[in-house]
C-alpha cells in the first residue's frame, strides 16, 4: 500500500501546498474530525472548499495549530467563523498572547506578516495524549524554529506531524537567532526527539509528506551544522526568506516600498545598514540573489514574484 493510500484508509487528509500556506492536515474519524494548521489568511477560501469537499455534511470539532506563524493560524478566524462551534487549541505557552492578543509577542509585527484576530479555547500541552479522528495522538514541544511551537505523534502508525521542525530537506528558519540568539541547541534537541520517535512516516508543515526519515535527519544536521558555524549566513537566508514570503502575498511590489517594509519590520531592520545608500544597495543585493535562484523578477523599479 502506498503512503498516500495508508493515510487515506486511516482518515489522514494532507492539503499539500507550497510556501506561503502551511498544509493542512484533517484528521478524520468516524465521529469526529480535527484539522491541523490553517495556512495563510488569503488562503482560507481554498482551504474551506477542501474541508467542505472532505467533510460534506458533517461538522468540524476541533483545530489545532502547531505553532502561530501567521502561515500557520492565518486561516483561524475565517474556519472559526465556518464553523462555530469548532474549538480552536493552541501551544500552552503562546496562551496569554493569544487572549489579549499581543500581536508583536505572536510575531505578526516582527515578521512583517499579517494575520486576522482568532479566539483559543483548548491549549496543548508537553507529552499531553489526544483523541483525534478516531487515533490517539501525543503532543510534543517541538522548540527552535518557534519557542512554542510543537509536533504531533501517532504511535501506533508511527506518523509524525513535524510541522517546520523537520522538513524532507532541512527545516524552518530558527527565528529566535534573529532577535536573541542561543536557538540552535534547540533545533538539535528537537531533531534528536525526532529521532527518538522513530516515525515510518513525517507530514511536514511545507512541501510533500515523507518516509526516508533518516536521510531527511541528517540532511537537517548538516543545514543545522553549516549555521552553527555561519550565523551569518542563517541571518542572511532568514531575511530573504522573509522577503519572498512578503513577496508570495503581495507578487508585486516597488523597490522603494519593500525598502521600507524592511526598515519597518524589527526582524529585517535589525540587520540591514542603517545608511540610507548602503541600505538600498544591501537590498538591491538581496534581490540579485533572489532573482538568480528564479524566485522573482526584477524589472526596473518593481520586483515581481515568481
Known amino acids: ?3 498516500l493510500h495508508k493515510l487515506t484508509a486511516l482518515g489522514i487528509h494532507v492539503l ?5 500556506s502551511s498544509n493542512c492536515t484533517l484528521l478524520l474519524g ?10 495563510f489568511h488569503t488562503q482560507s477560501p481554498q482551504t474551506l472548499s477542501w474541508l ?32 462555530p462551534e469548532l474549538r480552536t487549541a493552541i501551544p500552552a505557552t503562546s496562551a496569554s498572547a493569544v487572549s489579549s492578543w499581543q500581536a508583536e509577542r505572536l510575531s505578526f509585527v516582527s515578521t512583517g506578516q499579517d494575520c486576522p484576530r482568532f479566539e483559543a479555547s483548548d491549549l ?8 483525534l479522528g478516531g487515533s490517539r495522538w501525543h503532543v510534543w514541544q517541538a522548540k527552535g524554529h518557534d519557542p512554542d511551537s510543537v509536533v504531533l505523534f501517532q504511535d501506533d502508525n508511527r506518523i509524525l506531524i513535524s510541522a517546520d521542525a523537520l522538513w524532507e530537506d532541512g527545516f524552518g528558519v530558527v527565528f529566535p537567532e534573529l532577535s536573541h540568539g542561543a536557538a540552535f541547541d534547540d533545533v538539535e534537541h528537537t531533531l534528536n526527539m525526532i ?3 522513530n516515525p515510518d512516516m513525517v507530514i511536514p508543515g511545507h512541501g510533500p509528506f515523507f518516509q526516508d526519515v533518516g536521510a531527511a535527519l541528517l540532511r537537517a544536521r548538516s543545514r543545522l551544522d553549516h549555521f552553527r558555524r555561519h550565523p551569518d549566513k ?13 513577496l508570495l502575498e503581495w507578487q508585486r511590489v516597488s523597490t522603494a516600498d519593500l525598502l521600507l517594509w524592511c526598515r519597518t519590520t524589527p526582524l529585517v531592520s535589525a540587520h540591514m545598514p542603517v545608511d540610507a545608500q548602503t541600505s538600498e544597495a544591501w537590498l538591491q543585493e538581496l534581490l540579485t540573489q533572489l532573482a538568480h535562484v528564479s524566485a522573482l523578477r526584477i524589472d526596473g523599479p518593481w520586483v515581481f514574484n515568481r
Not at 54 to 83: M, P, V
Request: charged share 25%; hydrophobic share 40%.
Open 1 to 3: 500500500m502506498s503512503f
Open 16 to 20: 499539500e501546498r507550497g510556501w506561503l
Open 30 to 39: 468516524a465521529t469526529d474530525a480535527a484539522l491541523v494548521d490553517s495556512g
Open 52 to 83: 467542505h469537499g472532505l467533510l460534506k455534511d458533517r461538522s468540524l470539532e476541533l483545530l489545532l495549530n502547531t505553532h502561530l506563524h501567521s502561515d500557520h493560524c492565518g486561516g483561524n478566524a475565517a474556519i472559526q467563523r465556518a464553523f
Open 124 to 131: 496543548l500541552q508537553d507529552g499531553q495524549s489526544l483523541s
Open 195 to 197: 529521532e527518538d520517535l
Open 234 to 246: 542563517h541571518t542572511r537566508h532568514a531575511i530573504k526568506v522573509l522577503i519572498k514570503f512578503k
